[in-house]
């Protein structure tokens, strides 16, 4: 009677009474445990558990914004912006400037952009076009995810006319590094009109 | 006697100081137990809400993914056991009913060619409601394709109104509509 033992040390009397006492504290503990009150933080999700769960959506959630900026820094030819969005190993992999180029890291990213676009200056009342981002599939597996989308480029026509011209897709590994997702693989594809 | 009186006054005793115990572990961790479980319960229940709405936003882009890319068998097991689609082309139930009727309607389309596409669609304005296993959402759907000249052209635009459910844990279609917008379906209208 490993109980009784250990309630003698407690209370006194003699070995009955202690066989009683201590009877009656596990029945205590019996009944506190059906009133279903004992074991509450038992059947609640274990803490690490909800919280990678929170994570992973919030990571969705920033990516998403990741896949958003990428466009809007590029429309308004923020190319410093565009380029940090990149992990330092991270590269673009496409066709840019009539050949296919693979630029690694933020200033790989950036001196690619510059070659082939110069340092443009993006004026807000002379916008020239603009990319709409669409169709994000997106997978988060702890500080790694994949992500696939689609981008339609609408451009300013001769006669101030709002014209689709171009549309693709990206296929997208990304990195979490020091708590911020960032590519570390992007791969773009034109599909309409076809590369040549 | 006295023994049995004795004996009485302790079993007494000792139920008396076991219900205090038991009270006392009741008043201790009872009530910040069940407050932090109901808590935790609602919170579990927040973050499963959010991941299911981000799973059926998968669920409507994969839509778009596998139709432009003509994966045909993808695309049906995206609906469910008893899932139906309506919309231009008529109307199927379940994944064979589905990917039947694509096949018939696809039956003279080329096949997919990554480097000449033909066409796809933006999947855009999701307005996603969960409740419980089922879930509703309405979308926008427009069409792109590529003209005989090489040049991208919006050429359909429509809509969708859904309604899910969790089978076997994973999010389907139980029925999709697909109505057209734009041009207007009705034959003379325009």
Same mark, same amino acid.
């Given at each position: 009677? +490993?109980?009784?033992?250990?309630?003698?040390?407690?209370?006194?009397?003699?070995?009955?009474?202690?066989?009683?006492?201590?009877?009656?504290?596990?029945?205590?503990?019996?009944?506190?445990?059906?009133?279903?009150?004992?074991?509450?933080?038992?059947?609640?999700?274990?803490?690490?558990?909800?919280?990678?769960?929170?994570?992973?959506?919030?990571?969705?959630?920033?990516?998403?914004?990741?896949?958003?900026?990428?466009?809007?820094?590029?429309?308004?030819?923020?190319?410093?912006?565009?380029?940090?969005?990149?992990?330092?190993?991270?590269?673009?992999?496409?066709?840019?400037?009539?050949?296919?180029?693979?630029?690694?890291?933020?200033?790989?990213?950036?001196?690619?952009?510059?070659?082939?676009?110069?340092?443009?200056?993006?004026?807000?009342? +002379?916008?020239?076009?603009?990319?709409?981002?669409?169709?994000?599939?997106?997978?988060?597996?702890?500080?790694?995810?994949?992500?696939?989308?689609?981008?339609?480029?609408?451009?300013?026509?001769?006669?101030?006319?709002?014209?689709?011209?171009?549309?693709?897709?990206?296929?997208?590994?990304?990195?979490?590094?020091?708590?911020?997702? +960032?590519?570390?693989?992007?791969?773009?594809?034109?599909?309409?009109?076809?590369?040549? | 006697?006295?023994?049995?009186?004795?004996?009485?006054?302790?079993?007494?005793?000792?139920?008396?100081?076991?219900?205090?115990?038991?009270?006392?572990?009741?008043?201790?961790?009872?009530?910040?137990?069940?407050?932090?479980?109901?808590?935790?319960?609602?919170?579990?229940?927040?973050?499963?809400?959010?991941?299911?709405?981000?799973?059926?936003?998968?669920?409507?882009?994969?839509?778009?993914?596998?139709?432009?890319?003509?994966?045909?068998?993808?695309?049906?097991?995206?609906?469910?056991?008893?899932?139906?689609?309506?919309?231009?082309?008529?109307?199927?139930?379940?994944?064979?009913?589905?990917?039947?009727?694509?096949? +018939?309607?696809?039956?003279?389309?080329?096949?997919?060619?990554?480097?000449?596409?033909?066409?796809?669609?933006?999947?855009?304005?999701?307005?996603?409601?969960?409740?419980?296993?089922?879930?509703?959402?309405?979308?926008?759907?427009?069409?792109?394709?590529?003209?005989?000249?090489?040049?991208?052209?919006?050429?359909?635009?429509?809509?969708?109104?859904?309604?899910?459910?969790?089978?076997?844990?994973?999010?389907?279609?139980?029925?999709?509509?697909?109505?057209?917008?734009?041009?207007?379906?009705?034959?003379?209208?325009?």
């Amino acid at each position: 009677m +490993k109980w009784g033992r250990a309630v003698s040390v407690c209370l006194p009397g003699d070995s009955r009474t202690r066989a009683v006492v201590a009877l009656g504290a596990m029945l205590g503990v019996a009944v506190a445990s059906l009133a279903g009150l004992w074991p509450a933080r038992a059947d609640s999700l274990p803490p690490a558990s909800l919280a990678a769960r929170v994570q992973a959506v919030e990571g969705a959630n920033q990516i998403r914004d990741l896949l958003i900026s990428y466009g809007h820094l590029f429309d308004v030819r923020d190319l410093e912006g565009y380029s940090q969005l990149f992990a330092p190993n991270g590269t673009w992999n496409g066709n840019f400037g009539g050949s296919y180029v693979t630029a690694r890291g933020p200033a790989g990213v950036l001196a690619m952009m510059v070659r082939v676009l110069g340092t443009p200056h993006y004026d807000p009342e +002379k916008v020239t076009g603009f990319h709409l981002m669409t169709n994000f599939l997106i997978h988060v597996q702890g500080d790694h995810a994949t992500a696939w989308s689609r981008w339609t480029y609408f451009a300013r026509g001769k006669h101030n006319e709002l014209v689709p011209s171009l549309a693709g897709h990206y296929d997208d590994a990304l990195v979490r590094v020091n708590g911020q997702w +960032k590519f570390e693989r992007r791969e773009v594809f034109r599909d309409i009109p076809p590369e040549k | 006697m006295r023994s049995v009186r004795s004996m009485r006054w302790l079993v007494g005793t000792g139920l008396v100081l076991s219900a205090l115990a038991g009270g006392a572990l009741v008043a201790m961790h009872a009530p910040p137990a069940a407050a932090e479980s109901s808590a935790a319960r609602s919170l579990a229940a927040r973050v499963q809400r959010l991941e299911d709405e981000e799973a059926i936003r998968n669920l409507l882009v994969e839509y778009g993914h596998d139709l432009d890319t003509q994966n045909l068998v993808g695309y049906s097991n995206l609906f469910a056991k008893d899932g139906t689609w309506t919309g231009g082309i008529g109307s199927a139930q379940g994944p064979a009913g589905i990917l039947a009727m694509l096949q +018939k309607a696809l039956a003279k389309a080329p096949p997919y060619d990554p480097n000449k596409v033909r066409s796809f669609h933006l999947m855009t304005n999701f307005y996603i409601h969960v409740d419980g296993n089922r879930a509703t959402a309405s979308s926008k759907w427009t069409f792109f394709a590529r003209t005989p000249d090489n040049k991208l052209m919006p050429r359909l635009a429509g809509h969708y109104d859904d309604v899910f459910v969790r089978e076997d844990g994973q999010w389907k279609f139980l029925s999709r509509v697909a109505p057209h917008d734009i041009p207007n379906p009705t034959p003379g209208e325009k």
